[in-house]
């Protein structure tokens, strides 16, 4: 049985009378690529907080890789690794001296330097200093920080941020291989496409409580609108319909136009999480 590596039981943080997270229960399990999402001031960040010792909880229970959060900090802080949405590295130095006082300080071999530098595609820009880097560079350099140590768990928020696309595919396969090698990934993000290709599961939060949890699947298969749009010439113009397939009536209007019509498209309306969003939250996802 796949080991819990994050669970959280009726977690509260309050901010004087704000409820920023509001009685959340959430299990995240070993090696899995696990998505949490929600509009702005949803209570994402807060959570995070928490599980890295930043936020004190009001009240709930959270264990990380087996160990109380916050009275067992201590012990849990080598097991993971963070990716902010904002980088804090060292201008002065390089990219490889940037890495190596992680590693000194982590008490890490430091051919791992290398080793992360390379699997990031950053081998050719590690002798030169950051603030000669692009934004992508950066972002990549501070993946390369959280994963040196080998953390069983990594949080990331919006890990491909200022990515172009061949580093995003990059940064994404890594992710998966991290997760085919027990890694727990915990990751925040607003691309839609990020969460359907990796994400195992997909958390939503709306106004600090847990709206729903699935697999991207059956999020697909539950909240999927069945509407076909149907195009068609009639008398020299071209006309729209959109027919829903859960009624007797409207399926055999789809069999007519077929049958009868001079049909130009035929096609099922695509699965859009950001509507799903909107559906379940009442919010546009920000």
């Known amino acids: 049985m796949t080991q819990t590596t994050i669970e959280i039981q009726d977690l509260v943080v309050r901010f004087g009378r704000f409820t920023a997270v509001d009685g959340l229960n959430l299990t995240v399990r070993e090696g899995e690529l696990f998505g949490f999402l929600g509009p702005n001031g949803a209570g994402k960040t807060t959570t995070i907080k928490v599980l890295i010792g930043c936020q004190r909880p009001t009240s709930g229970r959270v264990r990380v890789a087996g160990y109380e959060i916050p009275a067992e900090f201590e012990r849990v802080k080598s097991v993971f690794g963070y990716v902010p949405d904002t980088e804090n590295h060292i201008e002065e130095f390089t990219g490889r001296e940037n890495l190596e006082l992680y590693a000194r300080l982590y008490e890490i071999p430091l051919a791992a330097v290398t080793d992360v530098l390379r699997k990031l595609e950053l081998l050719d820009a590690a002798d030169v200093l950051v603030r000669a880097y692009s934004k992508g560079m950066r972002r990549k350099l501070l993946i390369a920080r959280e994963i040196m140590?080998?953390?069983?768990?990594?949080?990331?928020?919006?890990?491909?941020?200022?990515?172009?696309?061949?580093?995003?595919?990059?940064?994404?396969?890594?992710?998966?291989?991290?997760?085919?090698?027990?890694?727990?990934?915990?990751?925040?993000?607003?691309?839609?496409?990020?969460?359907?290709?990796?994400?195992?599961?997909?958390?939503?939060?709306?106004?600090?409580?847990?709206?729903?949890?699935?697999?991207?699947?059956?999020?697909?298969?539950?909240?999927?609108?069945?509407?076909?749009?149907?195009?068609?010439?009639?008398?020299?113009?071209?006309?729209?319909?959109?027919?829903?397939?859960?009624?007797?009536?409207?399926?055999?209007?789809?069999?007519?136009?077929?049958?009868?019509?001079?049909c130009v498209t035929v096609h099922s309306q695509e699965f859009n999480f950001h509507d799903v969003f909107l559906k379940l939250t009442g919010q546009a996802y920000t």
Request: with cysteine.
């Open 149 to 262: 140590h080998t953390p069983r768990i990594l949080y990331l928020d919006e890990p491909t941020a200022n990515l172009d696309v061949h580093s995003t595919a990059l940064v994404r396969q890594l992710l998966r291989e991290l997760g085919e090698q027990g890694v727990t990934v915990f990751l925040t993000t607003h691309d839609m496409e990020e969460v359907e290709q990796i994400c195992d599961r997909v958390a939503i939060l709306s106004r600090g409580k847990l709206v729903d949890c699935d697999t991207p699947t059956n999020f697909v298969t539950r909240h999927v609108q069945r509407v076909v749009d149907a195009q068609f010439e009639r008398d020299g113009e071209v006309v729209r319909e959109s027919l829903q397939l859960d009624t007797d009536e409207q399926r055999e209007r789809l069999a007519h136009i077929i049958r009868h019509e001079r």
